[in-house]
């Protein structure tokens, strides 16, 4: 009995000196040294070739650019519809947006005087980019004057209009046809006669 118990203390006593040796050669939850690896591949180079620049806007029709036509009316319910269009007459492609302001100049009315400024109805899209040769149309909606128009306000007959382009000053002219007369309502709050935004045409 004695001697089991001498052999287990000198066994206990070997096996603790061997783990005390072996944790005083290496620090505690060391971790092994990575193996070297090549250096990390440098960035790609930068590329030489230059940004692509987003490309400039189209420029807006100037007057000069353009010439106008009025075509035939057309019926719609209780009004007529005349449609306004613009030709791109220059060498160079132009966008034109936006709204023209419409003047039909005539004898002088004896309420609203001899020009009646058309309502602007700011509708089309925010762009139509024309080539050479290219129309875009803008829609003018008018009230014919009454058959038996009251004394005060009598049926009243353009002779011309006048149209300015979006974003331009000077005006274009065509002739207005002589067998429209139209109900003036100039300052109404919703006039029966307006004209529309442009739109390009079907190529």
Request: proline share 12%.
């Amino acid at each position: 009995m004695s001697t089991k118990l001498t052999r287990a203390t000198v066994g206990a006593a070997v096996f603790a000196s061997a783990f005390a040796l072996a944790a005083c050669g290496s620090p505690a939850n060391s971790a092994a040294p990575a193996a070297s690896s090549p250096a990390a591949a440098s960035s790609a180079p930068a590329s030489t070739a230059k940004e692509k620049q987003p490309d400039a806007p189209t420029p807006r029709c100037t007057t000069d650019d353009l010439s106008v036509s009025l075509g035939t009316a057309k019926p719609a319910g209780s009004q007529l519809e005349l449609p306004l269009t613009f030709k791109n007459t220059s060498s160079h492609t132009c966008d034109l947006h936006g709204t023209p302001g419409v003047d039909l100049h005539g004898p002088d009315h004896p309420v609203y005087g001899p020009v009646d400024s058309l309502l602007r109805r700011e509708t089309g899209p925010a762009h139509n980019v024309l080539a050479p040769g290219r129309t875009a149309t803008a829609k003018i909606t008018v009230l014919p004057s009454d058959p038996n128009p009251p004394a005060e306000s009598p049926a009243w007959t353009a002779e011309s209009l006048a149209t300015i382009p979006p974003g331009q000053t000077k005006a274009l002219k065509a002739a207005w046809p002589s067998n429209i007369a139209i109900t003036r309502q100039d300052g109404a709050t919703h006039p029966g006669t307006w004209v529309d935004g442009i739109t390009a045409d079907p190529s």
